[in-house]
Each structure stands twice: as structure tokens, then as C-alpha cells.
């Protein structure tokens, strides 16, 4: 087998890389080791920026989105009781995010590559990616039958997410450098057959703990809460559930609608970064390169922005022979990847309760909470990046 791009991972970033490529006609095969319904099923966060969605219109992946998903114009970060309303539209121009489930994106993505005579391999094992450093890399995988394939390509693109095995080939320590950040706490989420508690997203700093209010229809809701990173499922009935959510948002402009729960999940979570993010003929995109806290809702829009600076850069590529755009893909994708880390850690700071803060952080944090929601600039700080920053 031959192709020009072999993508190892069929999550946002390898599967959207493999759809731009496509529409600049650059052939590419995508192989990843879970099968399709454990994709288009894995449970993951749910928000769109603006220029995500905007991508997903203009290249014909906008049906479900415009049916299912639901454009949102603020957020409120709440702290002393109250709802602090950031109004992301009115501070960025007119941008907004959209609630849209990760799975779905995937789901409408696999259908429109399959749609589109793309070899997207499912189930495959033992990958092997070799010969980086020269002209001709090849991925060797065992696919789902069972069968020795080698596929000879151009380019490798590692899309393998978090429990990446591609970062590991560019050599740690002589090359690669691992930036690392760990956080003392882990998110509870559960989905819950319930009526919306909030016309808006409501990210809650309470002394309690962090409480996150998004939603995924009028008739599902996505809820979170900050928990030790040691806890498990099974400690936390229904019943105990909602009283935290109700101590941790009730007031007198909020309050938790509750509902059947049926998926209960604990998230832990960390900050990362990889430099660079190519070595020889092998390119790294999404959390295979960098990991981001969920308080900023950056994951997946990081992911899809890391593909389309790489597929501008492949297509510069065959078009002109210029390697000028690949050389400078690490330098140019960094620079919003560390904006982003830097949103999502403050967020994260801003929000939760750590384990060691004493008085004087727990007013050091109202005092900041006050000083982002009651000035335009530190509102607009918000506002630009929650919305996202331009791709490149
Ligand atoms: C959701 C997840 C997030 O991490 C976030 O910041 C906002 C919303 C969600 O799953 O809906």
C-alpha cells in the first residue's frame, strides 16, 4: 500500500487532517486501534470556537451541527452567589461558541471521509512508523483481519491522542523536550435526562469546589464538578450527586434541575507540551502534542487548528515543492498552543479550590474573580480567548 500521508489516529485532529487534505486532493490513509463505534461513543467535551465551526461549514460538515448544535452568545463565571455574565459575542465582534458533542464531530467526520472514498482503517494493532528521518517513512500495522500491511508514504502525521505511541519516536532528551504541568484535583462529570439549569454555560468557584454547568440538548445535560484525583465512581450515589451540584451553584439567580443520571465518569487532568512537534517526516498534531485542562474548553479546537496549518503546509508542499511552511509548522502552531495552556491554566486556577489554599488564596481569588468579570479588558481577556484565537 501506498499514500502520501499516513495519519495514525482516527480522533479530531487525524480524521479532520485527513477530510482538508482530501478537498486540496492529497490522498491519505488514517488508521487508529479502537473500532468506529468506540469513536463515534467515547464521551468527551463539547464545545466549538468560533473558527471551528466556521471550518466545519465551509467544508461541508455543517448539516448536523446546524440541526444539533446550539450557539451560545456568554458565559457566566459565578462566584459570591452571583452570575458574572461575560458576553462573548458583544466583547469579540459578533463571535460566539457552539455546544456540539466531540463524538458527534467525529461521527459526521467519519461519514463525510467514508462518503468521500476515504480509507479510514479501523481495529488495526502493532503500528509501527519507520524510516522518519528519510524520504520515504512507512507505517506497518496489522489490520482488523488480521492481515501484515505496510504502507509505504510521504509523511507521517501522529494524531494518536494522549495515550500516544508517535510522540515517542522523536528521541527524548537529544530532540524532544516534554513541558509538564500536574493539578491537584480531577473532574466528576455525569450526563443527566434533565431540563437545563441555565440558558448559558455557568463555571462556579465555590469554596466547596469547582462546579461546571454545560449542556448537550434541551433534553440532556453535561454537569461537572471538581473531586479528588483519588476518588471513584462508586462513592458518589445519585442523591449525593445533586447536593454537591445544589451546595456547590443554588442561589438566588442559579439553580440545579435535576434528572435521571446515566453516564457517570471521573476526568483527571494535566497540562502538556511537546517541542518540537516534528521530527524528519513526521508531524504531531492534537493532544498527541499537547494536553490542556478542560476549564478552557480548548481540546478538540486545538486539535483541528494544529490540521489546518499542517495540511496548508503539506499543500504548499506538492504544490511548489517548498518545505518552507513544514520547517516553520512547530514555531507556527506553538505559539497558540502556549496561549492556550496559559488560558486554560489561569481558568483553572481562577475556578478550583486547591488542596493547600489558605485564607488569604480563597479572597486572593474572589478579588481576581472581581477584577476579569467588573473591568471591560479583563472581561474582553476572556471573551477572545474562549471564542478562540485566529488559526494561525
Ligand atoms: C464542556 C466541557 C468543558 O471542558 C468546558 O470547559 C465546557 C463545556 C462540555 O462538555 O460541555
Known amino acids: 500500500m501506498h499514500t502520501q500521508v499516513g495519519i495514525v489516529g482516527a480522533g479530531p485532529a487525524g480524521l479532520m487532517l485527513s477530510h482538508l487534505l482530501h478537498l486540496q486532493g492529497i490522498e491519505s490513509v488514517v488508521i487508529d486501534k479502537r473500532s468506529r463505534t468506540d469513536i463515534e461513543e467515547t464521551i468527551k467535551a463539547g464545545i466549538l470556537e468560533h473558527g471551528t465551526v466556521e471550518l466545519l461549514h465551509q467544508t461541508g460538515l ?46 459526521d467526520l467519519i461519514a463525510k471521509r467514508l462518503e ?11 503500528v509501527a512508523a519507520e524510516d522518519l528521518t528519510g524520504d520515504s517513512p512507512t507505517v506497518r500495522f496489522t489490520d482488523a483481519d488480521g492481515t501484515a500491511q505496510v504502507l509505504g508514504c510521504d509523511f507521517v502525521a ?36 434533565a431540563p437545563p439549569s441555565s440558558d448559558e454555560l455557568i463555571y462556579s468557584r465555590h469554596e466547596r469546589g469547582f462546579a461546571l ?9 453535561r454537569l461537572y464538578f471538581q473531586c479528588d484525583p483519588a476518588d471513584s465512581v462508586d462513592n458518589w450515589s445519585d442523591d449525593r450527586i445533586w447536593d454537591e451540584l445544589h451546595a456547590r451553584v443554588d442561589g438566588e439567580d442559579a439553580s440545579i434541575a435535576e434528572g435521571r443520571i446515566f453516564q457517570k465518569g471521573i476526568l483527571h487532568f494535566r497540562s502538556l507540551v511537546v517541542e518540537p512537534m516534528q521530527y524528519g517526516r513526521l508531524y504531531l498534531a492534537g493532544d498527541a502534542a499537547h494536553t490542556v485542562p478542560p476549564t478552557g474548553a480548548k481540546g478538540m479546537n486545538l486539535a483541528i487548528a494544529d490540521v489546518v496549518v499542517l495540511s496548508r503546509a503539506l499543500d504548499a508542499f506538492y504544490e511548489s515543492k517548498s518545505t518552507e511552511a513544514l520547517d516553520a509548522y512547530t514555531s507556527t502552531v506553538l505559539r497558540r498552543v502556549w496561549r492556550a495552556q496559559q488560558f486554560s491554566y489561569w481558568m483553572t486556577s481562577m475556578l478550583h479550590r486547591f488542596p493547600d489554599a489558605n485564607d488569604f488564596a480563597l479572597r486572593r481569588q474572589v478579588a481576581e474573580l472581581e477584577g476579569v468579570t467588573g473591568t471591560a479588558a479583563g472581561a474582553a481577556y476572556v471573551a477572545e480567548n474562549y471564542v478562540g484565537l485566529p488559526f494561525s
Open 62 to 107: 455543517g448539516d448536523r451541527l446546524t440541526r444539533d448544535g446550539s450557539e451560545h452568545h456568554g458565559i457566566y463565571l459565578r462566584f459570591n452567589g452571583r452570575n458574572h455574565r461575560i458576553d462573548l459575542s458583544g466583547l469579540t465582534g459578533g463571535k460566539t461558541v457552539t455546544v456540539y458533542a466531540q463524538h458527534e464531530v467525529l461521527i
Open 116 to 126: 468521500d472514498g476515504g480509507q479510514v482503517l479501523f481495529e488495526v494493532d502493532d
Open 158 to 193: 501522529g494524531c494518536d491522542g494522549s495515550r500516544t505511541y508517535t510522540r515517542f519516536l522523536i528521541p527524548e532528551g537529544e530532540v524532544r523536550k516534554d513541558y509538564f504541568h500536574q493539578y491537584p484535583f480531577a473532574w466528576f462529570g455525569i450526563l443527566a435526562e
Open 213 to 221: 454547568i454545560s449542556t448537550r440538548s434541551p433534553t440532556v445535560q
